[in-house]
C-alpha cells in the first residue's frame, strides 16, 4: 500500500465504549498529526508527533488518547466520549515537523451515540 | 488565534465558467497551501506557495499569495465537473512551522 491509511473508515460508538483509530503512513516521513472535521467548522489540530515525540497538544479532551510507536504508526484511542464528539477524524504525516506539505488519509467517520 | 476565512462558501456554476475562491486573514503566515476534499476522502495538497506575491500554475488553476502574505486566490478557468470539491487553504504560522491554520472551506460544484 501507499500514502497514508485509516482503519476503521466508519465507526458507531455509544458513549460508554472504548475504541481505538489507526493511521498508518508509508512515505517515510517522521511527522503524524491527528485533525478533527466536523460540518460548519474548520479542520482542527489536535495533536501532532514528531519523531514519535508528541510535540503539540491543541487543548485537546482527555477522553482522546493518542499513541504513536513508531514513526509510521499513529493511534488515536477513544473512552467515554460525548455526541458531539461524532466527526471525521483525519490523520496526515509529513516528512518531518517543519514541513508545511502534509499528506491526509481518507479518514475516519466517527459516529457517537 | 489566527483565523482563515474563505469566500464565497458555496458555488454552483456550469462547465466552462471561470471562478475564483479568495482566502484572506488579518495575519502573516509562513506559507499558504491549497487543498481539494472529495466527499469521503481526506484533503489533496494542490499547492504550497511561500512568497509574498508568488503566482503559481497548475494546468487551469492559478494560485496567487498576496503581496503581504495575509490571503490567497485560486483562479479555475474553464471549470470541468472535475473540479468539484471542497477547497481549503490553509496557513503555516510564523515560528511554528508544523502548524497549519485551515480556511473556513469553499464547497465548489460544476454541473454539466
Known amino acids: 500500500e501507499t500514502g497514508v491509511t485509516q482503519t476503521p473508515r466508519h465507526l458507531v460508538m455509544g458513549m460508554t465504549n472504548k475504541k481505538s483509530l489507526k493511521c498508518e503512513q508509508h512515505?517515510?516521513?517522521?511527522?503524524m498529526y491527528w485533525y478533527k472535521q466536523s460540518a460548519k467548522k474548520p479542520l482542527e489540530l489536535m495533536f501532532v508527533y514528531n519523531f514519535k515525540e508528541q510535540t503539540e497538544n491543541n487543548s485537546v479532551p482527555s477522553r482522546f488518547s493518542p499513541e504513536c510507536p513508531n514513526s509510521s504508526h499513529l493511534f488515536l484511542h477513544l473512552h467515554t466520549l460525548q455526541p458531539e464528539d461524532s466527526a471525521l477524524y483525519l490523520c496526515?504525516?509529513?516528512?518531518?515537523?517543519?514541513?508545511?506539505?502534509?499528506?491526509f488519509g481518507p479518514g475516519t467517520r466517527l459516529t457517537v451515540t | 488565534t489566527q483565523l482563515l476565512e474563505q469566500s464565497p462558501q458555496f458555488l454552483s456554476i456550469q462547465e466552462g465558467e471561470n471562478l475564483t475562491v479568495y482566502c484572506n486573514s488579518s495575519?502573516?503566515?509562513?506559507?499558504l497551501q491549497w487543498y481539494r476534499q472529495e466527499p469521503g476522502e481526506g484533503p489533496v495538497l494542490l499547492v504550497t506557495?511561500?512568497?509574498?506575491?508568488e503566482v503559481k500554475k497548475l494546468k487551469r488553476l492559478t494560485f496567487q499569495f498576496g503581496d503581504a502574505r495575509k490571503d490567497s486566490s485560486l483562479h479555475i478557468t474553464a471549470a470541468q465537473p472535475g473540479d468539484t470539491g471542497l477547497y481549503l487553504c490553509a496557513g503555516g504560522e510564523t515560528g511554528t512551522a508544523s502548524k497549519l491554520t485551515f480556511g473556513t472551506g469553499t464547497r465548489l460544484q460544476v454541473t454539466l
Open positions: 512515505l517515510g516521513h517522521n511527522a
Open positions: 495575519s502573516v503566515f509562513s506559507s
Open positions: 496526515a504525516s509529513s516528512p518531518q515537523d517543519g514541513s508545511y506539505e502534509q499528506y
Open positions: 506557495v511561500v512568497t509574498g506575491g
